[in-house]
């Protein structure tokens, strides 16, 4: 019984995405673009999604030529196909429209989301443009709702398991200082709880969601931010205990886990926090 019990599947949990088709939104943006390189290590098919389609196909050759390189001799492995797709996540028809042909496009269900797309500014709180705020809350609030949603139904509909991981903030647990960001902290806070709703509703189906909310990340964005505001890196990093902002590499184990059925099978409605203990102080 134990021989069968502790076999290496039941003890060793696979992280392989083989035959998977993936939808990752930001698609072209510096964390999903290395994302993406992983996804694609272990098997996946992988459909980019972002405002730019020009900037989106020039990241899916990138990644395929990657993948032809890297993953031969030692590293073989099968590689995948990496499609590029324009949507504003913030229209929920555009949403629907762009899903619906990505499943069309690959002949199967995409069975993960990785929902990166977002973005922050900075205004104090008094001077906060209407439209501006309606904008960040439409986008990083409303379009995490309307791909979850989008992805989810045909999952129900054909009786499929799935993983949705929509990307966060600490922002979304904690106030960021000396940078005034109210509205974003406010659509991150809002991502987390939907997370939190849709677990709760969808664990019926077999859906898990999960969200992974990072720290300061040197995506090229925020090297070209702290580049103009060295002053900025100073503060940040004084705050964090592990003294230094996260490289983009150091989120893919995350992503994967969280991906992955067999090391996160019983893992949905979570925050999971990498900010190199930022929360802690």
Not at 233 to 260: C, D, H, T
Request: with cysteine; glycine share 8%; proline share 4%.
């Amino acid at each position: 019984m134990d021989s069968q019990y502790y076999n290496y599947e039941n003890v060793v949990p696979s992280f392989r995405l083989d035959e998977k088709l993936v939808i990752l939104t930001g698609g072209s943006g510096g964390l999903a673009s290395l994302v993406a390189r992983s996804l694609l290590a272990q098997g996946a098919d992988i459909a980019l999604i972002d405002m730019n389609l020009e900037r989106t196909q020039q990241t899916a050759k990138e990644i395929l030529a990657w993948g032809a390189e890297t993953l031969k001799g030692a590293r073989e492995s099968p590689i995948g196909q990496v499609s590029a797709w324009s949507c504003n996540i913030g229209d929920a028809e555009s949403v629907d429209l762009t899903f619906q042909a990505i499943n069309e496009h690959h002949g199967k269900i995409a069975t993960v989301l990785i929902n990166s797309a977002g973005y922050a500014e900075n205004f104090p709180a008094e001077e906060y443009p209407a439209k501006n705020a309606e904008n960040i809350m439409k986008v990083n609030g409303l379009g995490a709702f309307y791909v979850s949603q989008s992805f989810a139904r045909p999952l129900i509909q054909h009786n499929l398991k799935g993983s949705i991981i929509l990307i966060g903030s600490m922002s979304g647990t904690i106030v960021n200082d000396p940078q005034p960001q109210c509205m974003y902290n406010m659509s991150k806070a809002g991502v987390i709880h939907l997370v939190r709703s849709l677990a709760c509703e969808w664990a019926q189906y077999n859906i898990r969601v999960n969200t992974l909310s990072p720290g300061y990340i040197l995506t090229p964005l925020t090297k070209n931010v702290i580049g103009a505001h060295s002053e900025l890196k100073n503060q940040w990093e004084s705050k964090i205990p592990l003294k230094r902002m996260a490289e983009p590499k150091e989120f893919v184990g995350s992503i994967l886990y969280l991906a992955s059925d067999s090391a996160s099978s019983y893992t949905t409605g979570h925050n999971l926090v990498v900010d190199g203990g930022y929360e802690c102080w």
